[in-house]
């Protein structure tokens, strides 16, 4: 009787979400979520669509910015690593008002810069801030989230944070010569200290609070200000689903025998793939201008139209993650990626059409795909190494984003022509398609791993 009495009194947090319909405050956190990674790719996106102009207002040429680009991917590689702990320590939100106020503060002082590197410490310190955006706000919405439409509601997310890609490149395209380089720095300075607003408007994960401290008193308050007819059996002990128990280890345990093979895979195809995008975000537009004489005002048009094709990758990304096999999905994004980076080094820019469709598809894979990477590695580990997991993941794909802008500043001045940097940027995105490909074999297409300890035989 006594353990039946204990089993009764057990409150399931993970069913009790999954369970409720989709209402009025998901759809709310939703909003604030995209908010806020629009701000993010705003920020993360615009530096390189202005580079050559920067370097003109400093004095210099785009190969006097790659002490920008290079701090501002080591400042990003460095928050991705300790800034998600924090918030699986502290809190979803406490972590998420500290990054809007950094680098927010920061990119108000980087319109300022009277030097490059003055610009390139300002630019490194603030991506210890922007890079966590994205992390701690998908653990933030997954939680939250009926899992029937979580990988729905975080690709809605990421389709923000590519409209910041887009919000940046409709300020070049048609504000660049009015506000001059300064002004994207004071936009992407204000508008997040105003976001902070709208973040104190909402309560703290209920996951993370479980995993936190099942015991802690705000949680009965919290399911009941979510659903005032649940019920809540006196005394009742919370917890998440069938998961395992909190490990000791934190953000470790997905270096342990269960997450071992995933977490290394994972790793190494967000080094390639962030790798790759933070290559061809910061100097896809100097190549343009540079080796095929195309302005980076039409450039940035080009690339308004081919965010589309970004945003409709991303939304079937996450309506076919909720149905298909998500690793063989991801494999087929980026070997289709691989021929579209080919093919934007093998079309000339003035046979305007087919160079657009070759944008379009390129940012449909790319976008989609590294969508797909996202939600799988948020939805990979369980809510005390949530932040951590994607985090960390990106940490290491932050080390791709050093190394591979440095290896496109060295191209440049090498003077390697456009088909031939375009035909070796083609060659991670296949990497990635078998790194994906391996992951579901090692998960046995299972996202999270093929199961638990299994039960022992009576």
Not at 131 to 137: C, D, E, H, K
């Amino acid at each position: 009787m006594a353990a039946d009495s204990a089993t009764s009194e057990k409150f399931d947090v993970a069913k009790f979400i999954d369970e409720r319909p989709v209402g009025a405050r998901e759809y709310f956190l939703l909003a604030i979520v995209s908010v806020i990674l629009f701000l993010d790719g705003f920020d993360m996106y615009f530096l390189g669509k202005i580079l050559p102009a920067i370097a003109e207002g400093l004095g210099g040429t785009p190969v006097d910015m790659q002490p920008v680009v290079n701090y501002q991917q080591i400042g990003m590689a460095i928050g991705a690593f300790i800034m998600p702990p924090l918030a699986d320590r502290i809190g979803r939100k406490p972590v998420l008002a500290l990054c809007l106020v950094g680098f927010g503060s920061l990119s108000l002082w980087a319109a300022f810069s009277d030097g490059f590197s003055m610009l390139a410490v300002l630019r490194g310190i603030s991506g210890i801030f922007f890079s966590a955006m994205l992390p701690v706000g998908l653990a933030f919405l997954s939680e939250a989230t009926p899992k029937a439409r979580r990988a729905l509601f975080m690709s809605i997310a990421l389709v923000c944070f590519s409209g910041g890609n887009l919000g940046s490149g409709v300020m070049v395209a048609w504000f660049l010569d009015d506000l001059g380089w300064e002004g994207f720095f004071i936009a992407g300075g204000l508008v997040p200290l105003l976001a902070l607003l709208l973040l104190l408007m909402v309560r703290e994960s209920l996951a993370f609070r479980v995993n936190r401290n099942p015991a802690d008193p705000r949680i009965p308050a919290q399911i009941q200000a979510l659903d005032p007819q649940t019920p809540i059996p006196a005394g009742a002990v919370f917890h998440m689903g069938d998961q395992d128990e909190v490990s000791p280890l934190g953000p470790l345990a997905m270096f342990g025998k269960r997450y071992l093979v995933q977490t290394v895979l994972l790793f190494s195809l967000c080094f390639f793939s962030l790798g790759n995008i933070a290559l061809l975000a910061n100097w896809l537009a100097t190549f343009m201008q540079e080796l095929a004489g195309l302005p980076i005002e039409t450039f940035a048009f080009y690339m308004i139209i081919g965010y589309f094709g970004g945003a409709t990758g991303t939304l079937v990304m996450g309506w076919l993650m909720d149905r298909v096999n998500p690793y063989w999905l991801i494999t087929g994004y980026f070997l289709v990626d691989a021929v579209a980076i080919f093919m934007i080094g093998q079309i000339p820019p003035q046979v305007a059409v087919a160079f657009v469709t070759a944008l379009i598809v390129w940012n449909f894979c790319q976008v989609g795909g590294q969508t797909g990477i996202n939600n799988m590695a948020t939805m990979a580990y369980p809510p005390e190494m949530r932040s951590s997991g994607i985090g960390w993941a990106g940490g290491f794909g932050r080390l791709g984003g050093i190394v591979f802008p440095a290896l496109g500043g060295q191209a440049l001045a090498l003077g390697l022509s456009l088909p031939v940097i375009m035909t070796a940027t083609a060659v991670p995105a296949l990497l990635i398609a078998v790194l994906v490909f391996a992951l579901g074999i090692a998960n046995g297409g299972k996202i999270g791993g093929r199961s638990k300890i299994a039960p022992a035989e009576s």
